[in-house]
């Protein structure tokens, strides 16, 4: 007998589609044509009869129980049956073929499904309520592209990881050609800050809000560690259609900004909008034959995390470039300090 | 169209022989050498230029001193270079610091930073037996998940290439913290949240943003990882936040296994982690050090941003607080 105890992992054991069994006058010969073997089997507690029913039940579509049910064999014989045929590796598992899974595709598609029940938070966002409204502090709207600039210049930290460890061509293919397309976008939206007096240098000595940094390292554990979520992740970030063209457009027509400011933002969402980046998680999910319920459930406890993330993030930008006591930027006064250390040595 | 140089302060390596005959000058260095003679310079005025590449001249000098413009100095500089004999001379570290200074800086600015926001208002509500139930119950819950998350979170770090010391510091930091999530569940099935549910709970944003900090830095950043862990030890071993529990009517087997995991981190010293490390590191560039310090800046908003949110969402929140997705 075996002694390698996995028996039970098979579900539904199934007969080698390889193999063709012949009834002889006292004994079953089973002959696996694929490496010209055979043996044959004699029974000697069970009928011939029962024992050909036995093996027509290998077919994977049959658990322990339900072929020492329809053969009347205990079930502890059953696996012990199954185990000396597995000695000779003639057995495979057909609960795969028996089981419905789901496609990459009809994940996808259900879960943009929840999550767009999800965004419906945003609703009743002050930022969004207020933007929508026209009434929405100035500084709001810089702190948006504020934070927005901080997000796209940490983008090539997370657009990267994925990267290294995709084998699958097509999706290296969609992923490549996402990262050419989004190189450089920092520096068209960081035109916008510069345009009304927001250096490249001040925010670099600058911190970025809690939740801005939070949303970036969301996806930076993904890309590192769970490709599955960041993929899914995509296509809300890449402008389905409430953002950033809804931002774009609420700016455009509702406020007062000096065109320098808002120009750049506009070119900025003409070029996402033209590469569809919208669509990218569909077409990456697309490629997966199926996805195991774990992943599944884990995908889906993270884009909720994304969504929660997501509306902190507009409520922080709120909250703080709202309070006209508060600078734009959080300049770190330890940065200067430590400049002038330096000065002072030389 | 000018020649770029690559060297500010151009330096003849200093074991080269040099070796005037009649009309040409030979640079020998180690088994190689490299003969000049030269076609519109005088020999001195060659000689003049070798000598001062000594580390200490910028090009303009060099020029101005032999009478040479700066690009037919460049010009030089490079056919040198072609035969690899130019070292930068300006190779002085005055702006770096020791990895042992940059914690103590790191120290002198996080306090500075926690005085200036004072105490945060979870602790406040802790330690004068304000805290409701779902309070505590929701700062386990959210704990947790910093616990769960421990394993694949440190892990990384200790694939840094760097010294050896550094390195089994990081390994057996990494290991005390495996499994505490183990001790921890059992504080939360003591007060009705299962195991399933403790396990598939998604945090707060703020939890995670404050986890995932360090999960960017065991990635990517050794130096950020290692001055932060004394931050991330001492917000999650307070012993007075412990003490504090006792006034609350909570079982003991929610209490015990905080305490096993605050022992655990005390037997290992865990506040004095990062000088164990970074005193290991030789010296610190001001890019860097600039780097870790916003950082560190960013890290402390976070950590009171997640106590602020931790009363925001549980304090009246009178149901069990686990968030599940359907």
Known sequence: MSNRNTIDLFKCPKLRETCTVNKLDQSLKIVDNFNDDAFEVTPDDISLENLDYFISLLDGKNTFQDIANKTGIVLEKVKEYVEFLDRELLITDGEFEKTSYTSGLEFIIDLEYKVSNWMKVLDSNPFWIELKQGTLNKNAIIGHTIENYLILEKEYDFDGPIMSFEQNSQRREILHEFYKEEHGHDELVLKSLTNIGISREDLNKSVPLVYTEGLCNLLNLWSNEDPLSFMASLYILEGVDWEPDTFIQEISTKYDLPSGFVTPQVNHADLNQGHGHGNLTRHLFNTFTLIESEDQKRITSNLKLLVDTLDEFYREIYKYYSNSENPLLRKVDELVEIDKDVLTLA | ?326
Not at chain 2, 6 to 13: E, Q, V, Y
Not at chain 2, 109 to 122: A, E, H, L, M
Request: glycine share 4%.
């Open chain 2, 1 to 326: 169209m000018s020649i770029a140089c690559f060297f500010d302060k151009p330096l003849l390596k200093p074991q080269t022989q040099i070796s005037k005959s009649d009309n040409s000058i030979t640079l020998s260095y180690k088994e190689d050498s490299f003969s000049i003679t030269p076609e519109d310079k005088s020999l001195e005025s060659i000689v003049m230029f070798l000598d001062s590449l000594n580390g200490k001249n910028t090009i303009t000098q060099i020029a101005s001193n032999i009478g040479y413009s700066d690009q037919e100095v460049i010009e030089y500089i490079n056919i040198l270079d072609e035969e690899l004999l130019i070292l930068e001379g300006n190779d002085e570290f005055k702006n770096a610091i020791s990895g042992k200074n940059l914690i103590l800086k790191i120290e002198e600015y996080v306090q500075r930073w926690t005085n200036q926001k004072g105490v945060d208002p979870f602790n406040k509500l802790v330690k004068n037996n304000e805290a409701t139930k779902s309070l505590l119950v929701g700062f386990a819950l959210e704990y947790f998940y910093v616990t769960k998350r421990a394993f694949t979170t440190l892990m990384p770090s200790t694939m840094f290439q760097l010294s050896p010391q550094i390195k089994q510091e990081l390994r057996e930091f990494a290991m005390e913290e495996f499994n505490h999530d183990r001790i921890m569940v059992k504080a939360l099935e003591s007060v009705g949240i299962s195991k399933e549910d403790a396990y598939n709970h998604i945090p707060l944003p703020s939890t995670a943003a404050l986890i995932n900090l360090l999960n960017f830095w065991s990635h990517h950043d050794p130096l950020s990882y290692m001055a932060s862990l004394f931050i991330f030890e001492e917000a999650s071993d307070g012993n007075e936040y412990l003490e504090s529990l006792k006034m609350y009517d909570l079982p003991e087997n929610y209490i015990k296994p905080m305490y096993d995991h605050s022992d655990v981190n005390e037997d290992g010293d865990h506040g004095a982690i990062s000088r164990n490390l970074l005193k290991h590191v030789e010296y610190v560039s001001l890019d860097d050090q600039k780097r870790v310090i916003k950082n560190m800046k960013l890290l402390i908003n976070t950590v009171y941003a997640f106590y602020d949110d931790l009363v925001d969402k549980y304090y009246e929140n009178e149901d069990l607080p686990v968030r599940l997705a359907n």
